[in-house]
């Protein structure tokens, strides 16, 4: 049986990468196919899918989405149930068989699907993701080079620092958000410890995800970088910097402006207009 897994998980990968390349297609469009293939390879049946979700809790609008293969649907329907991946990878394991391979190949196209277009269109294709993908890589200097969407140096606004650390993670291999939170424990030697402080996976999570003004802060910030595997000083300082260019500008933007009232004099001292 895990022989016949391995085999389907080979193949389906096979024709996902030789059909729907990622350099043409969607991620919507790549797990579309990976779902039609799994449901192919095993003759799952409408029925079998729904007693899955069932089984599961899944609510009816994912279900109907899942038998669908209606997969801006499925989104949608796991984002109003408060679910995401963990739900979807259920449905996968349990409705249609899938296994640990094919589980990591279909995470990273509904990772890419969970961003907004803004995020999507800023997120590199790196030599890591290709690698993960199962792609080779012929001439590594095709790759585009996913620094300039990572250089804290090019950040002046909070909507671009938020990009830029999503980037970031993509750029280390999409971690996992555990493996963040402990990544995040590890403070550099000389490292001011009031600034680069441990942060949870979840509040790593919730700062690119579902970010709010109290969520962006500094610690944290220092703590999403750490958790993407950096530890340079300096390149930890150029973050920092990036923060407060950040607080600066919208603390001046916030600041009273200074008004200015034209005031007229009762007796002006110019030629006045003689009147009969």
Request: charge should be neutral; hydrophobic fraction near 45%; glycine fraction near 6%.
């Amino acid at each position: 049986m895990a022989d016949h897994a391995h085999d389907r998980s080979g193949e389906l990968r096979a024709v996902l990468d030789a059909m729907y390349s990622l350099a043409e297609y969607s991620a919507e469009d790549r797990l579309r196919a990976l779902l039609f293939g799994l449901r192919a390879g095993i003759a799952a049946s409408t029925t079998q899918l729904w007693q899955a979700a069932r089984e599961l809790g899944a609510p009816a609008t994912v279900a109907q989405a899942f038998v669908d293969s209606d997969i801006p649907g499925l989104h949608a329907a796991l984002v109003q149930a408060g679910h995401g991946w963990p739900m979807l990878a259920s449905l996968l394991a349990y409705g249609l068989d899938a296994d640990v391979e094919v589980l990591a190949a279909a995470q990273l196209e509904y990772e890419e699907i969970a961003l907004d277009s803004s995020q999507r269109n800023l997120l590199p294709i790196t030599p890591v993701a290709l690698s993960r993908r199962g792609y080779r890589l012929a001439d590594a200097a095709t790759v585009a080079d996913p620094s300039r969407h990572t250089d804290p140096r090019h950040i002046s606004t909070e909507e671009e620092l938020l990009q830029a650390l999503r980037c970031l993670r993509a750029s280390a291999g999409n971690p996992t958000w555990r493996d963040m939170g402990k990544r995040s424990a590890v403070i550099p030697a000389g490292a001011d410890r009031s600034k680069h402080q441990s942060r949870s996976y979840n509040t790593l999570r919730m700062l690119v995800t579902d970010p709010k003004p109290s969520r962006v802060k500094l610690e944290v910030v220092l703590a999403f970088v750490r958790g993407c595997g950096v530890t340079d000083p300096a390149v930890l300082q150029a973050w920092e910097d990036a923060y407060r260019r950040i607080a600066v500008a919208r603390q001046a933007a916030a600041a009273p402006q200074p008004r200015f009232r034209l005031r007229l004099h009762d007796h002006p001292t110019g030629p006045q207009a003689s009147h009969s």
